[in-house]
């Protein structure tokens, strides 16, 4: 490794990564970088530039595998012009059976090709690529939890940390246990041994991370851990803010519920994807809870913390969907009142239940019923963002805003994003704001 890291440095190698998907690829890329640098590689300036583009998959969706596919057939040119490129594609994608075979013979120019669980071994691959002249491909199954990988976190306010790798829910859409595995749990004194390294690192709010955070274990099955887990958090480290997703309605305790208003650093905020707002429906996507569970649960929650905001995720399309079930998800949102919607149409994705299902619904009627449910929540989001007019908030400034350079967003304990006036030195500070104009998805205030 030491003959790497000399010919990385000695070359004044740069990198690039384009991250795909949820929040754990983008904290997988923040780990990458972490690597990367570990190694004497520095963040490039210039995309085109980089002499090592990594590329970080997602294949949730039809959508982000073609447009990797475009973006990799561009790079030809790329590969010819800068000196000593690397072509690196992982990531979910690369977890798929085949699938890295299959990139590497369509795109002999690619490199290396890894799946989630190889990072740790990046420097090996480097080395077979930049010392030995050979491609790397990393796509086995080890499912061990590594400790101790470098992270290079970007954002200075906020930090991402994992509890739970993996699934067991086999969701019938879904193509995440394929991919990341069967669940596993990080051990407790590891994740606050994390947390207290990033407080003394001036981080003040984390987000917990897990396909289904819900099903972290502690050792224990009284199904509390997590519950468990928040308390120790709050008592243990001074972390000021906690939050967490992905939640799942059918693992939601009441411990946790309780946790809602008795543990003081855990935000009012909870991601809950209900996907349907028809029982028929979650049935057939083997969600394993009821439209009248979902909303008990909503109840309780709103019960403990009345202003407490609920985002969400949301399919339409889904095989064999009717009209009353996509007016049950409709009348289910109006119920609800989420405060914010990820809104998806119906992907079929290889190995899972869905696809081989009767009844798939045409892109038309998907896109109509996207465009229906999409217009119903930004009004809800409107009329949910409006109750904040006039009122004092905390705000956690994470970021210069992208629309004014004058100008840095934050979210309060609510998870509502806020611009205000302001410079990059005020980023990490909590600042309270009075909100005097709102949007659909944003407030703008007043520092109070």
């Given amino acids: 490794m030491r003959e790497l890291k000399k010919h990385i440095g000695e070359n004044n190698l740069t990198y690039f ?169 990080r051990n407790v004194n590891d994740i606050l041994a994390e947390i207290n390294q990033l407080c003394g690192k001036g981080i003040t709010e984390i987000t917990l991370l897990g396909q289904n955070v819900n099903s972290y274990s502690d050792g224990t099955k009284d199904g509390g851990a997590f519950a468990r887990l928040i308390r120790r958090i709050d008592k243990e480290t001074d972390i000021k803010r906690v939050r967490f997703m992905t939640s799942h309605p059918k693992d939601m305790s009441a411990d946790l519920i309780e946790c809602f208003g008795g543990v003081q650093s855990l935000c009012e905020h909870i991601h809950l994807p209900v996907q349907s707002g028809s029982s028929r429906v979650l049935s057939a996507m083997n969600r394993g809870y009821s439209r009248e569970r979902y909303l008990d649960l909503l109840y309780r929650l709103k019960e403990r913390v009345p202003y407490l905001a609920v985002t969400t995720d949301i399919i339409v399309g889904f095989p064999g969907e009717t009209d009353e079930d996509f007016e049950l998800t409709l009348s289910l949102v109006k119920e609800a009142r989420f405060d914010a919607a990820y809104t998806f149409a119906y992907s079929p994705r290889k190995m899972t239940k869905a696809a081989a299902m009767q009844n798939q619904l045409s892109n038309r009627v998907k896109s109509e019923r996207l465009e229906v449910l999409n217009k119903l929540i930004k009004d809800i989001m409107r009329q949910k963002n409006n109750e904040y007019l006039g009122k004092t908030v905390e705000v956690l400034a994470d970021s210069v805003s992208k629309r004014s350079y004058n100008e840095i967003s934050g979210r309060t304990r609510t998870a509502k994003t806020v611009n205000i006036t302001g410079t990059k030195e005020d980023i990490g500070k909590y600042i309270n704001v009075t909100v005097d104009k709102v949007m659909a998805h944003t407030l703008k205030g007043i520092r109070a």
Avoid: W
């Avoid at 972490?34 to 583009?53: F, H, I, T, W």
């Avoid at 294949?59 to 057939?73: D, F, P, T, Y």
């Avoid at 000593?84 to 690369?94: D, Q």
């Fill in 17 to 185: 990564i384009e991250t795909y998907g949820c929040q754990m690829n983008s904290h997988e890329s923040e780990k990458i970088a972490g690597v990367l640098e570990s190694l004497g590689y520095l963040p490039a300036g210039d995309k085109n530039k980089a002499n090592l583009l990594m590329y970080n998959t997602c294949c949730i969706r039809q959508h982000a595998e073609a447009k990797l596919n475009s973006n990799i057939g561009a790079l030809k040119d790329y590969k010819n012009s800068v000196k000593g490129a690397v072509i690196a594609v992982c990531g979910c994608m690369m977890q798929q059976e085949g699938a890295a075979k299959k990139l590497m013979n369509r795109f002999p120019f690619v490199d290396m090709a890894f799946g989630t669980n190889a990072i740790h071994r990046l420097g090996q691959m480097l080395s077979a690529v930049l010392l030995d002249g050979k491609r790397a491909v990393a796509t086995d199954e080890d499912e061990t939890i590594i400790e101790g990988i470098p992270v290079k976190r970007a954002k200075k306010a906020g930090a991402y940390v994992n509890i739970i790798y993996g699934c067991d829910n086999f969701c019938s859409y879904c193509v995440v246990p394929y991919v990341r595995g069967r669940e596993r749990s």
